[in-house]
């Protein structure tokens, strides 16, 4: 385990929901730590809370008790602009669907993020440059119709980098995806942790690709654990 102070550390966080039946707890105890570069699949059942504790690491919801930390930054404790900050610099998302606009070329899309927070020229260089790195350079002027699943996919994953964020929260990037297209959307989230440094967290109910990263969590019954996954060739998506 490096010696280094962890980039990411989510401490005791745990997430109760009110329901008509009374509180029910979704988590209860996850603490894990994870270093720049490292990648992380998360799996777990279904209603296991996957996608709870990534919105939670991200910022998107609170836990209601425990803490995130990204860097010296307590997540936990934003509120206002500090928060809108944190979400928009220090953390990229890509989830199941692209949510790319279909309107926008792929380096149009690339580049909202960074219009939000005022775009400057350089931006417009690393925008093509992350294009580059995801493997879809050559598709930066197309339109999201004029382009496959796995092609928009990894332009999701260059438009949630574009403002440096250091955390990448991928939520079943791969569900909508056939076995090839998942496949090399991994290598591409692989590659990318390590050629920007980034913690590459990843929900997937899909334990072929979560055995190629760096650690595998299984989370049950409101904690998580270490996993070995199956590398096993046919396990859906």
């Not at 029910?24 to 490292?38: H, K, Q, T, Y």
């Not at 209601?64 to 900050?85: E, H, I, M, Q």
């Not at 999701?156 to 079943?172: H, K, M, P, S, V």
């Amino acid at each position: 385990m490096p010696t280094s102070a962890a980039a990411l550390v989510v401490e005791g966080v745990a997430r109760t929901f009110d329901t008509p039946a009374g509180p029910s707890s979704v988590l209860r105890n996850v603490s894990f730590e994870a270093w720049s570069g490292d990648t992380i699949a998360i799996i777990g059942p279904s209603g296991s809370g996957k996608s709870t504790l990534l919105n939670i690491i991200g910022s998107l919801e609170r836990p209601t008790a425990g803490r995130v930390r990204l860097g010296d930054v307590d997540v936990t404790s934003l509120t206002g602009r500090a928060l809108a900050n944190f979400r928009a610099r220090q953390v990229g998302f890509v989830f199941q669907d692209h949510h790319l606009l279909p309107q926008l070329t792929a380096v149009e899309n690339v580049l909202l993020p960074a219009m939000a927070i005022g775009a400057t020229r350089k931006a417009q260089f690393r925008a093509r440059d992350l294009l580059e790195a995801v493997g879809v350079a050559e598709r930066a002027d197309a339109f999201p119709a004029r382009m496959s699943g796995g092609e928009r996919q990894r332009v999701a994953a260059a438009r949630a980098l574009i403002n440096g964020a250091g955390l990448l929260l991928c939520d079943e990037p791969t569900g909508n995806l056939d076995r090839e297209s998942g496949g090399n959307l991994v290598d591409m989230l692989i590659a990318l942790a390590q050629r920007e440094g980034v913690i590459v967290l990843m929900v997937t109910h899909n334990e072929e690709q979560a055995a190629r990263f760096d650690r595998c969590l299984l989370l049950r019954d409101g904690e998580v654990a270490a996993h070995t996954p199956s590398a096993s060739p046919g396990v859906g998506s």
